[in-house]
């Protein structure tokens, strides 16, 4: 089972940039889909962007299309969200998951997820 830990989270203001990135252990990332997710004080968790195991297929919220960008490097066993314009309402604990995927697929679920990082505040002032 894979294991994540998620780094790049900080305090800047609206209009900056931010690159979040979750490190994974294991021999088999590529088998791996992956996702970010995130949660703001009083809301429920809510899906960002998925990447399929390949890289070759990503999805996005609609609130974050246009600004944010999923990529993953299988060499490092790493995925990244490289999150552009960042507004007030992206402020949130961000998550990264795993989940084992037969085939190229994307998941945009939370449910579907089996494995969690710890997560990463990031806070964007107005």
């Known amino acids: 089972q894979v294991q994540l830990v998620e780094s790049g989270g900080g305090l800047v203001q609206a209009g900056d940039s931010l690159r979040l990135s979750c490190a994974a252990s294991g021999r088999t990332f590529s088998s791996y889909a992956m996702g970010w997710f995130r949660q703001a004080p009083g809301k429920e968790r809510e899906f960002v962007a998925a990447?399929?195991?390949?890289?070759?297929?990503?999805t996005y919220a609609d609130s974050v299309k246009g600004r944010f960008t999923i990529s993953r490097d299988n060499a490092k066993n790493t995925m990244y969200l490289q999150m552009n314009d960042l507004k007030f309402e992206d402020t949130a604990v961000y998550y990264c998951?795993?989940?084992?995927?037969?085939?190229?697929?994307?998941?945009?679920?939370?449910?579907?997820?089996?494995?969690w990082g710890q997560g990463t505040q990031v806070t964007v002032s107005s």
């Open positions: 998951a795993a989940r084992l995927a037969t085939s190229d697929t994307l998941y945009y679920l939370s449910l579907t997820y089996q494995t």
């Open positions: 990447i399929s195991g390949s890289a070759f297929r990503t």
